[in-house]
């Protein structure tokens, strides 16, 4: 039994416990979550137990498909057999809770500082993506994880879409000819143009590792690298179009408002080892019409035998299908089986699924730590390339060999040795 405590309880935690649900209503018997953590005790107890507690804060999001829209979900929807502690310092919880394993669904400052904690103390962990605030902060829990021989790995829910696994497939098989191009513009949809997004300061805050390109870069890199391989170079432009931001109740009047340091837009053009070129421009600005590329259904993908956009094919002959139905035709069941073990779809379960079994089995999960820091490399290529007004190779940051950009972040930690 792998006893889990969860450092982090805001309202991220519905759609993890939900996730978690979703495994034991599949049978996965193997976890039951002992300890939750939170700064406020009573963030802590309104996941506890349906009818008690205090009251969940309101989803922040009402987008569908976006895990911040997720709520009412409590641990005794999941678990009754288990009494579950509640802790306000997570060191405390680490050192002295009836844990084996850690969640860390912190803001990204936190990460390397948990992870620090819990690997001392012989915890496996799976953090929240971003894996860490910076590279180097990122490369130490790494090799802590590796020096220790304990399981680390980030919770990046984009590897296990159904559309990362069926894009992967598709392009991989040959079936579809070979991927050439990339776009994406999402301009003016979230949060703008000029709310605090998810309500949270801290993700326009530099040292904070705020920011858009870190936020949502980790996500896009991570789905193009299993789709079109990785990442070699890119070239970044990011910019601050809202300095200061805003959020306001129903009535439309300013209740928070911050001053921001960190990107709210990032356009990059990058290529991958095979040859793929892509392009990305998003933001969390934009005011007047919005826009979203693939006539709103997303990143769009140029192969040599057609284009997919959202859940369409396009062929060059003229003749359309469903991505999701070659998949299902097409594809080998084993591979189908490994992609969605136990019939589950949801990406919250899946990831949480395969960490769990890397513990049990002692093998490196999917989506390790060492995945998730080549995402952030790439993510802080987009921003050294910027700082730096050039083409950017990812193996730069990776190494170290570039990090003007996290300097103040890598200085406020203690990182630039």
């Known amino acids: 039994m792998i006893r889990i405590g969860i450092v982090g309880c805001g309202r991220i935690l519905a759609a993890h416990l939900r996730g978690y649900q979703l495994l034991r209503a599949a049978g996965v018997d193997n976890f039951r979550i002992t300890a939750l953590c939170a700064r406020r005790e009573s963030d802590a107890w309104s996941y506890v137990r349906r009818g008690e507690g205090p009251a969940q804060r309101e989803p922040v999001s009402t987008s569908p498909g976006d895990p911040l829209a997720v709520g009412d979900v409590f641990l005794s929807d999941l678990q009754n057999d288990v009494e579950v502690e509640v ?45 860490a605030v910076s590279v180097a902060a990122g490369r130490r829990m790494c090799d802590q994880a590796e020096a220790r021989d304990l399981t680390l790995a980030v919770f990046e829910n984009a590897r296990n879409r159904a559309d990362t696994r069926q894009l992967g497939w598709l392009f991989q098989s040959g079936c579809f000819g070979e991927l050439k191009m990339i776009l994406l513009a999402n301009i003016g949809n979230w949060w703008a143009p000029d709310r605090i997004v998810a309500e949270t300061p801290w993700r326009h805050q530099l040292v904070e590792g705020g920011g858009i390109t870190l936020d949502i870069g980790v996500h896009l890199f991570n789905h193009f690298r299993f789709v079109a391989g990785e990442i070699a170079a890119v070239t970044g432009n990011t910019r601050i179009v809202e300095p200061r931001r805003f959020t306001r109740d129903s009535q439309g009047q300013v209740v928070a408002s911050v001053n921001c340091d960190a990107d709210d837009t990032m356009f990059a053009t990058f290529e991958t080892e095979q040859g793929v070129i892509g392009n990305i421009a998003a933001s969390w600005s934009g005011h007047g019409q919005p826009l979203l590329t693939g006539q709103g259904r997303g990143i769009v993908y140029y192969g040599t035998a057609g284009s997919v956009v959202g859940n369409e094919i396009a062929r060059d002959d003229g003749t359309h299908d469903e991505l999701s139905s070659v998949y299902e035709r097409q594809c080998e069941p084993i591979r189908q089986q490994r992609h969605f073990p136990l019939g589950l779809t949801d990406a919250f379960a899946l990831n949480q699924l395969d960490w769990l079994q890397a513990i049990s089995e002692k093998r490196a999960p999917e989506t390790s730590g060492r995945e998730g820091l080549r995402d952030l490399a790439a993510s802080f290529a987009v921003l050294e390339s910027s700082l730096a007004k050039r083409t950017v190779e990812v193996d730069e940051v990776l190494s170290g060999a570039l990090r003007k950009y996290q300097q103040p972040i890598d200085s406020r930690f203690g990182l630039l040795s």
């Open 87 to 131: 802790f306000t310092d997570y060191r405390e919880m680490i050192a002295a809770g009836k844990i084996d394993a850690v969640n860390d669904f912190t803001t990204h400052a936190l990460h390397h500082q948990v992870a620090e904690a819990a690997l001392a103390h012989d915890k496996h962990l799976l953090t929240q993506k971003p894996l």
